[in-house]
Nanobody
């Protein structure tokens, strides 16, 4: 059983930056591909970014490509989401998720992920 805990959310003005962290415990972190999702009020949860178990492969939603980066530190059991040039439409609760997958494949569908964090709120004001 893997426990995930996000941190780093907050309120920022448009154009600003935030870095989210997701700390994992209770499992072998390097055995999991990791993803970030977000859910805005009244909307479905949507894919943001994912990273392979090794950190070599990454994939981003078109809406964040070029503005967000994802990275991981397997020695610290932590995955990060660096968010730059934030826009009001980035406002959402951000969740990290873990998929028991040690390959080059990355998932964008929420149901493919096995474990989820509790989420952290990101609010971008205009």
């Amino acid at each position: 059983q893997v426990q995930l805990s996000e941190s780093g959310g907050g309120m920022v003005q448009a154009g600003g930056s935030l870095r989210l962290s997701c700390a994992a415990s209770g499992g072998t972190f390097s055995s999991y591909a990791m993803g970030w999702f977000r859910q805005a009020l009244g909307k479905e949860r949507e894919f943001v970014a994912a990273i392979t178990w090794s950190g070599v492969g990454t994939y981003f939603a078109d809406s964040v490509k070029g503005r967000f980066t994802i990275s991981r530190d397997n020695a610290k059991n932590t995955v990060y989401l660096q968010m730059n040039s934030l826009k009001p439409e980035d406002t959402a609760v951000y969740y990290c998720a873990a998929a028991a997958l040690r390959s080059t494949v990355l998932f964008t569908r929420p149901f493919k992920y096995d474990y989820w964090g509790q989420g952290t709120q990101v609010t971008v004001s205009s």
